[in-house]
C-alpha cells in the first residue's frame, strides 16, 4: 500500500524553472529523510539532494548549488525540489526516495522506497 509517487517533470527551456513534488501514500513523510536523484540516458542515477529528517540538514550536489532547492511541507506531506535557471545538463528522469544516506559526502538510498520517476527535458 505504501507509494512513492513524483511529479511535475515536463520540457522546459534553458533557463527556465520547474517544481518537482514526491509524496507518499500509507505514511507521513515528516520523520524520514528524502531525497532527490536523477538519470541521465547512458549514464548513471546521481545523487542531487537529499533532506534529513532528524536535525533538518539539506544537502546538494555540487552542480546544482544555488539552483536549485529542497523543501518540506509537512501539511501536504510534500517534499519539493524547485529547480530554477535549469541548464540541458539538467536533463533527466527525477526519482525521489526515502531513507537516503544524506551528507555531504554522499547522496544515496539504498533500503528505501522509490518512486518511477518523472522525466525533465531541458532543451530550447
Known amino acids: 500500500q505504501v507509494q512513492v509517487v513524483e511529479s511535475g517533470g515536463s520540457l522546459v527551456q534553458p533557463g527556465g524553472s520547474l517544481r518537482l513534488s514526491c509524496t507518499t501514500s500509507?505514511?507521513?513523510?515528516?520523520?524520514?529523510?528524502i531525497g532527490w536523484f536523477r538519470q541521465a540516458p547512458g549514464k548513471e542515477r546521481e545523487g542531487v539532494s537529499c533532506i534529513r529528517s532528524s536535525d533538518g540538514m539539506i544537502f546538494y550536489k555540487d552542480s546544482v548549488k544555488g539552483r536549485f532547492t529542497i523543501s518540506r511541507d509537512n501539511a501536504k506531506n510534500t517534499v519539493f525540489l524547485q529547480m530554477n535557471n535549469l541548464k540541458p545538463e539538467d536533463t533527466g528522469v527525477y526519482y525521489c526516495?526515502?531513507?537516503?544516506?544524506?551528507?555531504?559526502?554522499?547522496?544515496?538510498?539504498?533500503?528505501?522506497?522509490w518512486g518511477q520517476g518523472t522525466q525533465v527535458t531541458v532543451s530550447s
Open positions: 526516495a526515502t531513507d537516503p544516506i544524506c551528507s555531504r559526502a554522499q547522496i544515496i538510498s539504498l533500503l528505501g522506497l
Open positions: 500509507g505514511t507521513s513523510l515528516e520523520k524520514y529523510a
